[in-house]
């Protein structure tokens, strides 16, 4: 399977996440704005992937010349929540002083850890859900996209999925089509449906009823930004499904790689979240849904306080705050 970013003939290919599951098609991005506006539109998105897009954007840069610190700091703020952007950008930059290969060779090595250290944190992960939860087979609930398409391969959340699955321990995954930009509907649904692993597409305000019937066994999701104290950013909705999860006894479990986690922020209220255009929410689809110039709150992740979290998982194991 190929990645979800990676580098070819001096360019930063991506499958483009904003045409599936309808199109499965790639872009070649040439220059630091094609790659910002691609990370700005989404066209590639989650945390580890976006780590990838900021380490390929700084090769980018050194290979063209000019004002290198200048384009990556432009790349690293292109989105504000995913610490791993910025994370990305500065592990390429320390290394500009050796030059322009010296760059690129280093955004390569961070895309080939990348599906190692998820294979091992979901491998982790795994284990600590096969222990909280008794029932067999599994069925687990997903949020937004933490799978193959969200980091460069194999995925977070999902990847646990992947481990799970390979053992004939998933029954099914309830997927959270994920309001307003539907990276469940569209990304998590068509992973899972090329894995063979049988899944039902829900409404994001149906996860507590789901809980509620007894039907969701453990909440597996991915995170944007983790503290150093464990509280948790990630896809807007994450926070509601976590108390949701508490009230019904469920366990939620995080996984992710340590480029995830913040340790300078002790927690979670200094985690700056992304507030996305009105037109997310004012439009279905090109077509307005509400009276014109609604005003909209509309952002992109919330911070779920560790207090809610059965484990945080990243390639280390469960992460103690
Ligand atoms: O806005 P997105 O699609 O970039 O948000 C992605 C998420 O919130 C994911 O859950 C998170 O990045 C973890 S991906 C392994």
Request: aromatic share 4%.
């Given at each position: 399977?190929?990645?979800?970013i990676d580098w070819a003939d001096g360019a930063v290919v991506i499958i483009d996440q904003t045409a599936l599951p309808g199109e499965y098609?790639?872009?070649e991005l040439r220059t630091v704005d094609e790659l910002v506006d691609a990370v700005k539109r989404l066209a590639v998105r989650g945390a580890p992937a976006l780590g990838a897009a900021g380490a390929l954007g700084v090769a980018l840069a050194a290979r063209r010349g000019g004002d290198v610190e200048q384009a990556a700091e432009v790349i690293a703020t292109a989105r504000p929540t995913a610490v791993n952007l910025a994370w990305g950008v500065q592990r390429a930059l320390g290394k500009l002083g050796e030059g322009a290969d010296a760059v690129l060779a280093e955004a390569l090595a961070l895309l080939d850890e990348d599906e190692r250290l998820n294979k091992t944190a979901s491998r982790h992960a795994a284990e600590i859900v096969l222990a909280?939860?008794?029932?067999?087979?599994?069925?687990?609930?997903?949020?937004c996209n933490a799978g193959r398409l969200a980091t460069v391969g194999w995925g977070t959340a999902l990847g646990v999925v992947w481990h799970l699955h390979e053992r004939g321990l998933v029954e099914e995954v309830l997927v959270d089509e994920t309001r307003p930009l539907l990276q469940g509907a569209r990304l998590t649904a068509w992973e899972l449906a090329q894995a063979a692993v049988p899944y039902r597409v829900q409404p994001d305000s149906a996860a507590a009823a789901a809980m509620a019937r007894g039907l969701v066994d453990c909440v597996l999701v991915g995170a944007d930004r983790i503290a150093a104290n464990g509280d948790v950013a990630n896809k807007i909705g994450t926070y509601g499904l976590a108390i949701a999860a508490r009230y019904h006894g469920v366990p939620f479990v995080v996984v992710a790689p340590s480029s995830t986690v913040d340790s300078k922020l002790g927690d979670g209220a200094g985690i700056a979240i992304e507030e996305?255009?009105?037109r997310e929410?004012?439009?279905?689809?090109?077509?307005?849904?509400?009276?014109p110039d609604a005003d909209v709150f509309n952002p992109a992740f919330d911070v779920t306080p560790y207090d809610l979290v059965t484990a945080v998982v990243t390639e280390h194991g469960r992460l103690t705050p």
């Open positions: 399977m190929r990645r979800t098609r790639l872009l909280e939860c008794p029932r067999r087979p599994l069925r687990l609930l997903s949020h996305r255009d009105a929410l004012t439009h279905y689809a090109g077509v307005p849904i509400t009276p």
